[in-house]
């Protein structure tokens, strides 16, 4: 290449590049100015790159920031969804132990009710109980107006007997019986009742396949039973006064 050659490509290039430049400037002049410049341009560049660089890291900072904070939110949430387990757990907790305590109320409840049941059934049964004593015993000590007479062979020559019965629901009755009172004398209902069942032995003459004559053993009704019907008014009046005469029972 002729230095005129080189000359006119450095001219050529030294305007493309913008620079301004004396029409006399030397070859060698022009030639150090352009290459001064593109040292200038490319420090420019890499200024520019530091720059863009800086720029993408600061980019990158925010992401990574936001990225972080981003992170930051999903553990605030992961956190908050954790306490709303917690909670969801001691709500089930709770509300599982509320319905075993509501479960053994009913049931302590239930329990309670059918004591109460049991008991009222017992105070029924004891008081429908006491009520079949009452009644019993009312009836067992019933006053009945009645002539007793012995029919025991062994007995003749007693005046009385005394009799004595007793059982669960009227407890002891025991009641001197006279024999053979025209007048007739009151006892408990319970008493006639046991003269009705007692018998005893009596011995009568009999006779044997061949004809001969023996005494055998015959059961027989111990009492004979009168039943007088009730005293009026006034025989009660006359049988108060005749016991008041003799002594039997108290004065007013």
Not at 19 to 26: E, P, T, V
Not at 154 to 178: C, H, T, Y
Not at 183 to 190: A, K, S, V
Request: glycine share 4%; proline share 2%; with cysteine.
């Amino acid at each position: 290449m002729t230095a005129e050659e080189k000359r006119a490509e450095l001219v050529l290039e030294a305007e493309e590049l913008g620079l301004n430049f004396a029409k006399n400037i030397s070859t060698q002049n022009l030639e150090d100015k352009i290459r001064t410049h593109k040292d200038q341009l490319a420090l420019e560049d890499h200024n520019l790159e530091d720059d863009y660089i800086d720029e993408d890291l600061s980019d990158d900072d925010v992401i990574e920031e936001d990225f972080f904070d981003d992170e930051d939110e999903e553990v605030a949430e992961a956190k908050d969804t954790d306490n709303v387990g917690v909670v969801d757990t001691e709500t089930a907790i709770r509300l599982r132990l509320e319905k075993e305590f509501e479960k053994r109320l009913a049931d302590k409840a239930a329990e309670i009710r059918a004591s109460f049941e049991l008991n009222a059934q017992t105070d029924t049964r004891a008081g429908n109980q006491g009520l079949l004593k009452l009644k019993a015993k009312q009836k067992a000590e019933k006053l009945i107006r009645c002539i007793i007479t012995n029919r025991n062979p062994l007995k003749q020559s007693w005046e009385g007997e005394i009799i004595a019965v007793s059982n669960d629901m009227i407890g002891m009755q025991r009641k001197f019986v006279p024999f053979s009172l025209e007048e007739g004398y009151h006892l408990p209902q319970i008493i006639v009742d046991t003269l009705k069942d007692k018998e005893c032995t009596v011995f009568v003459n009999s006779k044997t396949k061949n004809g001969e004559k023996v005494k055998i053993g015959k059961l027989i009704k111990e009492y004979a039973i009168e039943i007088l019907p009730p005293l009026t008014e006034k025989e009660l009046e006359e049988l108060g006064r005749q016991q008041a005469a003799r002594g039997s029972i108290d004065s007013e």
